[in-house]
């Protein structure tokens, strides 16, 4: 179980790292009109995309090995706080300084975890009926859909929409692993679990890219954090048993509350080239 805890804490630093890199290269890349599936086209041409995919793809291991074992409230905690990962390397290296507040959030963050660390019990995959795991194919292409009709709204509507879509898709690739019979390729090539893990994250990946290039970085991000949350943490607990150490359970929901709280105290950092790439509004087009 520890290691699974570290597990869920390399993915974070993998995925926060990840949106620093993902974040320099979508911000220079040509918008399209509503979702653009070709959006991923352009932006896997540049350089930071590729080493931030790498890294998002490590850290997708790093979860996936931390659901097998521990509670989906606990590893989306984890996850969701790699903005304070995401805050600490962008001021590292687009050089600015963090504000008291900002600083106080990334200790909350901390501070959750540790909390989140404590109640944790150890947890085997879930075992659900293959209607279940159709179920959630059949939610994840309900999302995709939602999404590209999100893409043609307008203004800070759009934004939390899209944002908010982008966080089930995530919460969906936490909710598809968590319950994958086995990790054998001929296992998975039958699983319906496998493509509500690639059909959400391909669909959240886009969406939450979308939402970056053309909305307010804090509104998106912040509804992407609620919903990749929330979500996956209320279907683990209902419906697929997920519990905490005997007598712990006010440690689970402290901490739940106090990263969650932090994690939106940094939902600035969700796109860090934002405000720079404001100041300069002409893109470069291959890298």
Do not use: K
């Amino acid at each position: 179980m520890v290691w699974s805890l570290f597990g869920a804490i390399a993915a974070a630093i993998c995925f926060g790292t990840a949106s620093v890199l993902q974040a320099l290269a979508a911000r220079t890349t040509p918008t399209g009109a509503g979702v653009d599936p070709r959006l991923l086209v352009r932006l896997i041409r540049r350089l930071p995309f590729l080493v931030g995919t790498a890294l998002d793809l490590l850290g997708f291991v790093a979860e996936l090995a931390a659901l097998r074992s521990l509670p989906l409230f606990v590893v989306q905690a984890v996850i969701a706080a790699n903005l304070a990962v995401t805050a600490v390397v962008a001021a590292w290296v687009l050089h600015f300084r963090l504000s008291g507040r900002e600083w106080t959030a990334v200790a909350a963050v901390c501070v959750g975890l540790a909390l989140l660390g404590l109640a944790a019990g150890h947890e085997n995959p879930a075992s659900v009926s293959l209607a279940f795991r159709l179920a959630l194919l059949g939610c994840v292409v309900v999302m995709g859909a939602a999404g590209m009709l999100a893409g043609r709204l307008r203004g800070e509507a759009r934004s939390a929409v899209l944002g908010f879509i982008a966080g089930l898709g995530f919460g969906f690739v936490a909710i598809g692993a968590r319950v994958l019979v086995s990790l054998s390729p001929l296992d998975l090539l039958s699983d319906p679990a496998t493509y509500v893990v690639a059909g959400g994250g391909l669909s959240a990946f886009l969406f939450f890219a979308t939402a970056l290039q053309r909305g307010a970085v804090t509104t998106t991000t912040a509804a992407m954090v609620v919903a990749e949350t929330v979500v996956p943490a209320l279907v683990g607990v209902v419906l697929l048993g997920d519990g905490t150490r005997h007598g712990y359970a006010w440690s689970a929901v402290l901490g739940f509350l106090i990263a969650v709280a932090g994690t939106l105290a940094l939902a600035r950092f969700g796109e860090p080239a934002a405000e720079a790439a404001e100041t300069t509004p002409t893109p470069t087009t291959l890298r």
